[in-house]
């Protein structure tokens, strides 16, 4: 072979290998990198906490109400909780007295022992009214009275008689102080002459004193709450 047929063919083969890595470098493919998948991640929902009525005294903290010579003041001294409470009524302890009233009242020793419902407990909240005026004044009537809990009311639950008196708790339900059943009822002038007792409600027993509040409309103008711990 002449020496310049074989450079022709030796620049042929050099090319045809050159063509080769061109084609197979332009076939090759690149694989993108996968996208990051965000992980979800779990937003707790906030709890609103409860909180005492807007404005709500301490305990033993005078609130003033009235206009003229008809003034008063009123103020909550103490709450406590009890999870059932026993109660004497000579009106109700009688078997006489219990066949008329259609249920069994179980009387042990003459008491009675009162039970909330289930998940529930007695909350006893203890007040004082007083006319500070020169004549006397419309007592507020218990349903006046309202606890507040975390944006509930409850209202007040009566006994069934003023003859009624509580195990190991002193004085006399709040309503029988002014009228029967808390109707109707007036304060006199004078210290003496406060109307001072309590008003038992039937409350959650997960109930948080400190941040519950004893809420009374005392007359068109004047509303007052108390914290009760």
Known sequence: MKPFHALVLLALVAGLICCAGCIGTSQQTTTPAPTPVP???????????????PGALSLNVDAPFGIGGKTGTA?????????????????????????????????????????????????????????????????????QFVVNYEGKDYPYSSL????????????????????????????????????DGFLIYEVPATIDLSKASLVITLDAGHTSAWQLQ
């Open 39 to 53: 992980v979800a991640t779990a937003v707790a929902t906030p709890v609103p906490t409860a909180t005492p009525y």
């Open 160 to 195: 069934s008689g003023s003859d009624v008196t509580i195990g190991s708790v002193l004085g006399t339900q709040y309503d029988y102080l002014i009228g029967k059943g808390g109707v109707s009822g007036y304060i006199q002038p004078g210290a003496s002459n406060a109307a």
């Open 75 to 143: 103020t909550v001294y103490k709450a406590e909780v009890k999870p059932d409470y026993t109660w004497t009524s000579p009106s109700f302890n009688s078997a006489r007295e219990q066949t008329e009233a259609g249920t069994a009242l179980g009387t042990q020793q003459g008491y009675n022992t009162a039970q909330p419902s289930e998940g529930n407990v007695f909350l006893f909240t203890y007040v004082r009214l007083a006319d500070t005026g020169t004549e006397s004044i419309v007592a507020p009537s218990p349903g």
